[in-house]
């Protein structure tokens, strides 16, 4: 009955490849997040969605992309790895997307890249 | 200068310390304020949670923001291990979807 699930857990993998993460929420909410956790472990958001319509993007690179497929889904892909793309990625939800209200996070995805 | 600074530590106390945990922010807009708790390789959770200026408790947690000097203090009594972890601050401004946070400050409690 995990509320926020991600997938996978742990990701390594060459520069230059391509990889998607996966994340599903099963609270029922409407708004999706992708936040990036760098070393330092500063936690900064990267996008966010509305039942499937994007309402932040933040300057990310063009490499990262976003896909919704329904509200309770949404997904990474990553284009052409670099080194300083190594992070945690987490996943969060929330009931309207509403900056106030508490964000339900996934446990991360642990990404590093050689 | 960022929007919100925290000093992310690390803070070592002995169990049964009062710990103050505290951030700074530069953006007047800011509302609503959060400390969200984050155990070692799990995703954050939230804490506590207030909008106004003044003292809020719950529990062994009081939070407190002070609208005036832009500045936020998380104070934890009676500290236990389990409440080593990472702890960041957040806040929004009104109206915004976007959720800031500080840099996070690890704290140890030592049995």
């Known amino acids: 009955d995990t509320a926020v699930s991600q997938t996978p857990k742990y990701l390594v993998t060459q520069m230059g490849n391509d990889k998607s993460i996966k994340c599903e929420q099963n609270?029922?909410?409407?708004?999706m997040y992708w936040y990036k956790q760098d070393s330092k472990k500063f936690l900064k958001i990267m996008f966010s969605?509305?039942?499937?319509?994007?309402?932040i993007n933040e300057t990310v690179p063009n490499r990262f992309s976003p896909k919704s497929p329904d509200k309770a889904h949404l997904n990474l892909h990553i284009n052409s790895l670099e080194l300083g793309d190594s992070a945690v990625y987490f996943c969060?939800?929330?009931?309207?997307?509403?900056?106030?209200?508490?964000?339900?996070f996934g446990p991360g995805t642990r990404l590093l890249v050689l | 200068q960022k929007e919100v600074e925290q000093d992310p530590g690390p803070l070592s106390v002995p169990e049964g310390a009062i710990v103050s945990l505290n951030c700074t922010y530069s953006?007047?807009?800011?509302?609503?304020f959060m400390w969200y708790r984050q155990y070692s390789r799990k995703g954050p959770e939230l804490l506590m949670y207030?909008?106004?200026?003044g003292n809020k408790e719950d529990g062994r947690f009081t939070a407190q923001v002070d609208k005036s000097s832009k500045y936020i203090s998380l104070f934890i009594r009676d500290s236990q291990p389990s409440d080593s972890a990472t702890y960041l601050c957040?806040?929004?401004?009104?109206?915004?979807?976007?959720?800031?946070f500080g840099k996070g400050t690890k704290l140890t409690v030592n049995p």
């Open positions: 969060a939800s929330s009931p309207l997307g509403r900056g106030e209200e508490t964000q339900y």
């Open positions: 609270l029922g909410h409407d708004t």
């Open positions: 969605y509305n039942n499937k319509e994007l309402i």
């Open positions: 953006n007047s807009a800011f509302q609503y």
């Open positions: 207030t909008y106004s200026s």
């Open positions: 957040a806040m929004v401004v009104g109206g915004s979807e976007k959720l800031v």
